[in-house]
């Protein structure tokens, strides 16, 4: 079974960095789509930005020219890079993947942005 696991969540100043970093095992083949989806307290969970194995790209509005999505399909890992970031990107960051049309979630990670 495909399990997705997240790393690199934790506490930051405004305007610092974060690396966050996913990597799904138990898949055979490259995953289809991987991202990032997050969800704040009391809000629904929103897109942040999500990679095919093709190389198409969708960021958030949100977040768009801050952070920076990156993959790498041979080892099925996908990693956010977030800058400029501030207290309204505090949230629960959950890893996205889907394969054979079957969507999958990682546990989540905490990012807290401290103003």
């Known amino acids: 079974q495909v399990q997705l696991v997240e790393s690199g969540g934790g506490l930051v100043q405004a305007g610092g960095s974060l690396r966050l970093s996913c990597a799904a095992s138990?898949?055979?083949?490259?995953?289809?789509?991987m991202g990032w989806y997050r969800q704040a307290p009391g809000k629904q969970r929103e897109l942040v930005a999500v990679k095919t194995s093709g190389g198409r790209t969708d960021y958030s509005d949100y977040v768009m020219g801050r952070f920076t999505i990156t993959r790498d399909n041979a080892k099925n890992v996908v990693v956010l890079q977030m800058s400029s970031l501030s207290p309204e990107d505090t949230a629960v960051y959950y890893c996205?993947?889907?394969?054979?049309?079957?969507?999958?979630w990682g546990q989540g990670t905490q990012v807290t942005v401290s103003s």
């Open positions: 138990g898949s055979v083949w490259s995953m289809y789509s």
């Open positions: 996205y993947g889907q394969i054979l049309s079957i969507d999958y």
